[in-house]
């Protein structure tokens, strides 16, 4: 296994959620697309701490960082869609566009 | 040869699963196969050796997040939604960007093409705490404050709106 196997992964892994982000109606479906990013970036920050700084764990930290502010963030978010949902009982991203809640 | 049979089929399972879940209709399958994808992205620290990232994606992702998702799914949907379509009309547009972004991060991933692991990977566990008591000190308890705030911005926004109540009537003596 070579740093470009891994590289490799989590680029695909980030396309597909740039994709699912770009083209899913629903808005939790993209806030699932942005995990994906968020995990494609784990496994680069993890796999370069890997091949390239194996004396020290500093990639792995900043990835757990990121895991504990993608948890806020999902949160957070899912807060808000469930708020939209009671206000304007939609959970399709084309239909909250007034700005206003 | 058993390196390279778990990372293929962790990869398989994560890229594929990943690729359902942007692609399914139904929501709910969407969220299942969401866990699958982050159960495989575990797999993938473990054959990395990051034996803390493995446990605590199990912890977070895969039984935190992953069952927030299926929760906010059943707590959201409607029945109808089954039968509509969940892509909106820029998926071709969507393709356009994926495969040039694709092509360039592949020009850039040939790079680093034949880097091989230098040593064999060694439990992370106790250098993560030392960091996090030591150099990462300061981030730590930043992430916490961030933490803390996302738990009242969530209880604060999911509350119901709530009329205040009407005065109480008192007794005659009032």
């Known amino acids: 296994m070579t740093l470009a196997h891994y590289l490799f992964l989590g680029s695909a892994l980030f ?37 390239l700084a194996p004396a020290g764990v500093t990639g792995q930290a900043v990835a757990l960082f990121i895991m504990t502010v993608a948890a806020a963030e999902v949160v957070v978010g899912l807060a808000l869609v469930l708020m939209i949902y009671r206000a304007r009982d939609t959970v399709y991203a084309e239909d909250i566009n007034i700005l206003r809640g | 040869m058993i390196e390279r049979l778990a990372f293929y089929s962790m990869a398989a399972l994560t890229l594929g699963s990943a690729i359902l879940v942007v692609t399914m209709r139904n929501t709910v399958h969407c969220a299942l196969l969401l866990g699958l994808s982050l159960l495989g992205v575990a797999g993938v620290f473990a054959t990395l050796g990051a034996d803390f990232l493995f446990a605590s994606q199990l912890l977070i992702y895969v039984g935190g ?60 566990t106790r250098p993560l705490g030392l960091l996090m008591m030591g150099d990462f000190a300061v981030p730590f308890e930043l992430v916490s404050l961030v933490l803390l705030a996302a738990l009242l911005g969530a209880v604060f926004f ?17």
């Open chain 2, 158 to 174: 999911s509350r119901k709106e709530e009329t205040p109540p009407p005065p109480a009537t008192r007794g005659p003596s009032s």
């Open chain 1, 15 to 51: 396309i597909v959620g740039i994709f699912g982000a770009l083209t899913r109606r629903n808005v939790i479906g993209i806030l699932m697309s942005v995990e994906l990013m968020f995990n494609a970036a784990n496994i680069n920050l993890a796999a370069f701490n890997r091949f």
């Open chain 2, 65 to 124: 997040i992953a069952v927030l998702m299926i929760f906010a799914v059943m707590l959201l949907g409607r029945t109808a939604d089954l039968h509509l379509r969940q892509v909106n009309e820029a998926w071709m547009a969507a393709l356009l960007v994926v495969a040039i972004t694709l092509a360039g991060l592949v020009r850039l991933v040939k790079l680093v093409a034949g880097v091989t692991a230098p040593s064999p990977a060694a439990p992370a």
